[in-house]
């Protein structure tokens, strides 16, 4: 699996997105919303309302990438929109919230297995 290096700058978007948005859509609300260039070297964090799926954006070199996460059971320990529109964390501090880990209480999801998709 592909994961960030513990000492990338990580930006995560306190607010629900709606998971359609693309890349477009993501590069317009850190423009607008978070009044970032979107081409900056870190990662642009956004997760949906019910918490249980995430994207990430990022420019590499010549293009953006797009990476999407979706959970079965659990949900996403994220930032309340009142708090803050985003926080900055560094790139192990994400890995262990796509791990599970609540980053705020230290809590991990539980371990799923199953033997097929439904």
């Known amino acids: 699996m592909l994961r960030p290096s513990a000492s990338v700058q990580v930006y995560l978007y306190a607010g629900a997105v709606d998971m359609r948005k693309s890349i477009?859509?993501?590069?317009?609300?850190?423009?607008?919303?978070?009044?970032?260039?979107?081409?900056?070297?870190?990662?642009?964090?956004?997760?949906?309302?019910n918490r249980d799926?995430?994207?990430?954006l990022y420019w590499e070199r010549n293009g953006f990438v797009l990476w999407y996460k979706r959970l079965e059971k659990q949900r996403f320990k994220?930032?309340?929109?009142?708090?803050?529109?985003?926080?900055c964390i560094d790139g192990?501090?994400?890995?262990?919230?796509?791990?599970?880990?609540?980053?705020?209480?230290?809590?991990?999801?539980?371990?799923?297995f199953y033997s097929a998709i439904n």
Request: charge should be negative.
């Open 24 to 49: 477009n859509g993501l590069s317009a609300l850190i423009e607008q919303e978070l009044e970032l260039n979107p081409m900056i070297n870190a990662l642009f964090v956004f997760c949906n309302r």
């Open 78 to 87: 994220w930032l309340k929109p009142t708090d803050t529109a985003s926080l």
């Open 53 to 56: 799926k995430v994207k990430l």
């Open 92 to 112: 192990y501090q994400l890995n262990l919230l796509l791990d599970g880990l609540d980053i705020f209480n230290n809590k991990p999801h539980e371990t799923l």
